[in-house]
């Protein structure tokens, strides 16, 4: 790793050595001495001004250590040992020294250093000295299992909401911050700031009060570090080097196996290789080592190899090697079976297989692990990893061996793995927080955690992104609607809000961290603070939910042909997983959404079937919804090889089976899909143009059939779910759609049953103008007077009313959450799903919570 030294370095102002050439004018110098096994460093400024803040870094022969500092902290990786000053000599006088408390240390042995920098520079003051740093840099140093970034604004404007992302060598883990929080992924550490230093004045650092935490392991450095995704040290990216050693362990007739040494990191992480066959690439893989299928037999072919680090960046090519593939007629006896097919491991995503080699006259080449018929991947060896498979499902394993003339053997018997949940053991919690809930609603990212919901949610559903209606890419809008009657056909063309999602500055106040926005960041508005809960809750997945029933219009054009699917699904995948937004009043650009979106949730109302007034519908959308769905799929799958996560990809799927038979086929999809969020909900309501069922109340989230629905069909929760059932779908890929709102009638009668299924006269009115017969759980509590609420245990419904000619409410509340999640727990349904949580004060997903325990 470069790690920067003497970071002030810009400050420093010094005069040259008589002795010393021209160039070392702006130096500290520093002078080595030995005596017996103690060693000692003397910092001198030979110049005129007093020199503060810097950094000796020298190396030591292999297998001597430096312990014991004295007027100085010491920290060594392999042979290189960083020296930093005690406060009382971190200023140099000009033409003064350490003198008499220059930095000593004891040695394992009598030992001179091999080499010594200072701030960067020779300790003799000759060479040219280093670039001063420009932008954003973080300093790292340990002490111990005690780490500590300095992070340093060499701009001439504040900066505000840093962050350092920072990779430790394996097994080693970062905990316990102070002046900041650390969460972990693996290897990876993202470090954010507390609300006090996450401000950084122009030229200033976080002293005193940079982050600290503890690593696991004493000594230990990170292996790559970004800061605002720039190198810590300042300096341009570094690609990895190219991979070594390439060369064939085994050919056959139309198969090459590669093997090949590893590449050694630049800037950061290498996460992939990347295999040519000429000048075309072949296959990426994680290992160093990779077979190349398809070849033509008896044929000459040049590979070459290159090194891919976790942003993209490539090496150069390795040294190429040319292998000719074997002749069929050579040989034409097959290898024996391979016996004693295991699992050996499982997750959300994958499944690892072991197996008892094969036997063969020529020699074993490779394996084919072929997944429910189909070959997914080919080895060299007896293991293998097959990734990219979906959460909650059983596939069918089978190995068969290849010989060196591409003879193959029987396959073996099948062996059935069920890939684990995409929440473990326990139940999905899927909340939608809506965009707009920032305006009338005055609902924020940081109302999630003050009433407690963010501890208890699993996933946040980001609502809504748009379709591009002239270029059918996903569309990260920067108005809002074209008009504002919701009905109009038009209503959601070319419409979003890029001022919500990154645009507006929040205050203090409305800060997950308390910490206000300057209007100067480049990300700002609700993804920055969606990005903030993240931090403080690291388990949490936020997902960017595209479509809804406004915004549903284009989805029938996006997915009619295979260049539209790709197009869309790249598109949205670059925008929100990559994090590349567009700029909108100096907010946006390259990579500053990275990291907050875990995946894609499809929200198209509805494919086949009629949705908002105007949208696109086709006789072909069932079909093309299910290659969109298994585009996004591929795509996602497709990054996953260079970063190593795996991406959700959700749907919000309908409760009405008409709807269902004219969009989804279920037993498809499921293969591609992590999550169905079942609409549990809006099974009846007035409509806020009264264009729904005006003229009759009745439940809008019934778990059961209610014997006394007049209607042809008998809408519930569980008649809802049934047809995903009786298709075949995993039920832990299911959650169930629960309302956090009410929908409302007046002039209800009472019937002999307080308005339940009785006549009415339009919606009530709404919470909003515009959203007549609708309000928010507390709303709908808190100011509808004298609603008299009532418990249908047969239907397990909740409504209220409030007297003959009044108005009755149907809704979810903590009562019916309870005998909701012990019913999804029966069916082993995945868990629950929510819209929306503007609603909640925090009593119904603690009811919620409580019930999934």
């Given amino acids: 790793m470069r790690r920067l030294i003497g970071f002030l370095a810009a400050f420093v102002v010094v005069a ?95 030992a001179q250093p091999t080499s010594c920098t200072l701030n960067g520079a020779k300790c003799d003051g000759t060479g040219e000295p280093p670039p001063a740093p420009a932008g954003v840099t973080a300093e790292y140093t340990v002490s111990g299992t005690q780490a500590r970034f300095v992070v340093a604004n060499h701009t001439s404007a504040s ?35 507390v609300y006090y230093n996450s401000t950084i004045g122009a030229g200033r650092t976080t002293e005193p009060y940079s982050p600290t935490f503890t690593v696991s392991r004493s000594g230990a450095e990170p292996t790559s570090c970004r800061v605002n995704d720039v190198n810590c040290d300042g300096a341009a990216d570094v690609p990895p080097s190219a991979p070594g050693g390439l060369k064939s362990t085994v050919k056959t007739t139309r198969t090459v196996s590669l093997a090949w040494d590893a590449a050694k990191a630049g800037s950061l992480p290498v996460t992939a290789y990347e295999v040519y066959n000429g000048s075309a690439l072949a296959t990426t893989v994680p290992e160093t080592n990779a077979t190349v299928t ?30 000719k593939t074997n002749d069929p007629a050579a040989d034409t006896q097959a290898p024996s079976v391979p016996t004693g097919l295991q699992s050996t491991g499982k997750d959300s995503a994958s499944v690892k297989l072991a197996w008892t080699a094969s036997t063969d006259n020529t020699g074993v080449a490779n394996y084919d692990v072929l997944v429910d018929g189909k070959v997914a991947t080919t080895v060299a060896g007896t293991s293998a990893t097959v990734a990219g498979l979906s959460p909650s499902t059983e596939y069918a394993f089978t190995v068969r061996a290849r010989d060196l003339y591409d003879n193959l053997s029987a396959a073996t018997a099948a062996l059935k793995v069920k890939t684990d949940d995409v929440v473990g053991d326990g139940y999905a919690r899927v909340g939608y927080f809506v965009q707009w809930g920032i305006y009338g609603r005055q609902y924020f990212v940081k109302n999630l955690d003050t009433t407690g919901n963010a501890a208890r949610l699993t996933h946040i559903n980001y609502a809504f992104a748009n379709v591009d209606p002239v270029n059918l890419t996903c569309l990260q809008g920067v108005t809002k609607g074209t008009t504002s009657d919701p009905q109009d056909p038009s209503q959601g063309d070319g419409a979003g809000d890029a001022e919500a999602d990154y645009g507006r500055p929040f205050s203090a106040a409305q800060s997950v961290d308390g910490v206000a926005d300057t209007g100067w960041e480049k990300l700002r508005g609700n993804y920055n603070q969606l990005k903030k809960l993240k931090a403080k809750y690291p388990k949490l997945k936020v997902l960017i939910s595209i479509g809804g029933w ?100 959700s749907a919000f799927t309908p409760a009405d ?130 609603c008299r609420v009532v418990h249908d245990e047969q239907a397990v419904a909740t409504s209220c009313y409030t007297g003959d000619n009044g108005q009755w409410w149907t809704f979810d509340d903590a009562w019916s959450i309870q005998k909701k999640t012990a019913w999804l727990r029966s069916k082993n349904l995945l868990g629950a799903m929510i819209w929306e949580m503007s609603g909640d004060p925090g009593v119904l997903t603690k009811a919620l919570d409580d019930g999934l325990k």
């Fill in 16 to 110: 040259a050595l008589a002795a010393a050439p021209a160039q070392a004018a702006d130096r500290l110098t520093a002078v080595f001495s030995l005596s017996g096994t103690t060693g000692k460093y003397v910092v001198s400024n030979p110049g005129t001004a007093d020199v503060s803040g810097w950094k000796l870094v020298f190396e030591l022969p292999a297998g001597v250590t430096a312990s014991s500092p004295q007027n100085a902290s010491l920290s060594q990786n392999g042979t290189k040992v960083t020296l930093t000053p005690a406060f009382y000599i971190n200023t140099v006088k000009a033409g003064g020294s350490t003198e008499p408390y220059s930095p000593a240390f004891t040695l394992s042995s009598a």
């Fill in 159 to 193: 900066i505000s909401n840093w962050s350092v992302v920072f990779d430790l060598p394996a097994g080693v883990t970062a905990s316990s911050a102070d002046n900041g929080t650390v969460s972990q992924s693996g290897t990876t550490v993202t470090l954010t700031p």
């Fill in 294 to 323: 398809g070849l033509t037999p008896n044929t000459e072919y040049t590979f070459t190899v290159k090194a891919r680090d976790r942003k993209g960046n490539l090496s150069t090519a390795s040294a190429p090697v040319t292998v």
């Fill in 550 to 649: 406004t915004y549903s219009k284009y989805f029938s054009d996006v997915a009619k042909t295979d260049a539209s699917r790709k197009k869309f699904a790249a598109s949205c995948i670059d925008t929100y997983v990559k994090g590349n937004l567009p700029d909108y009043n100096g907010a946006g650009g390259p990579g500053t959404a990275a990291g907050i979106f875990d995946g894609i949730d499809l929200d198209w109302e509805w494919p086949g079937a009629e949705g908002h007034a105007g949208n696109h519908v086709s006789p072909d959308d069932k079909h093309n919804n299910t290659l969109l769905i298994a585009e996004f799929r591929r795509q996602l799958d497709e990054l996953t090889k260079s970063t190593g996560k795996r991406y959700l990809l």
């Fill in 657 to 786: 089976p008409a709807k269902i038979d004219a969009g989804w086929e279920l037993a498809e999809v499921a293969k591609s899909m992590d999550i169905f969020n079942v609409q549990g909900y809006d099974f009846h309501g007035a409509g806020s143009d009264n264009s729904w069922e005006p003229n009759r109340t009745g439940h809008q989230g019934n778990l059961y059939a209610d014997t006394d629905d007049p209607y042809s069909f008998h809408f519930s929760v569980e008649n809802a779910v049934k047809p995903y059932l009786d298709a075949g779908v995993n039920p832990r890929k299911l959650t169930l759609g629960l309302a956090y709102y009410g929908r409302g009638w007046q002039n209800v009668t009472d019937g002999g049953k307080s308005g339940e299924w009785q006549a009415a006269k339009g919606a009530a009115p709404g919470q909003f103008q515009e959203e007549a017969g609708t309000r928010g759980y507390s709303n709908l509590i808190a100011s509808v007077p004298d």
